[in-house]
């Protein structure tokens, strides 16, 4: 309620399908679902079950272990939003090429397998 007495947004973290199913009688304006399961590992797939369940009308972030162009167009087509990236991928050397790589991903491009020999051609992949 302070948040938006303030005029800001909340963002609401979740880690289980039954929290999901309690953010959506929140008052919050976001759903952000957590990857990391019980074992301290990120699974996208936690993502992608919990949507199958729980289909919210509020913007979802997929938050952790977001690694590769798939990794987003599975999160996309299960229902998120956006996705968060870890400090450690955005504080990485060469992350400008790796957003750009990941960018692609969102329209269903990326680059060519040839990229690694300095060409910059791409494949649709759908």
Known sequence: EYAHE???ETVLVVYTG????????????????????VNGNADISTTANMLSKNKTGRPVISAHGIKNPQDIRTLLVAGADAI???ATQVCAKGFEDELEI???????????????NGTNEERRTD
């Open 102 to 116: 990941l960018r692609k991903a969102i329209n269903g491009k990326e680059p060519a397998v040839a990229q690694s």
């Open 6 to 8: 303030q005029d800001l």
């Open 84 to 86: 968060e990236l870890s």
């Open 18 to 37: 039954e929290q999901l199913s309690d953010a959506k009688n929140s008052e919050a304006d976001v759903i952000m679902i957590s990857n990391y399961g």
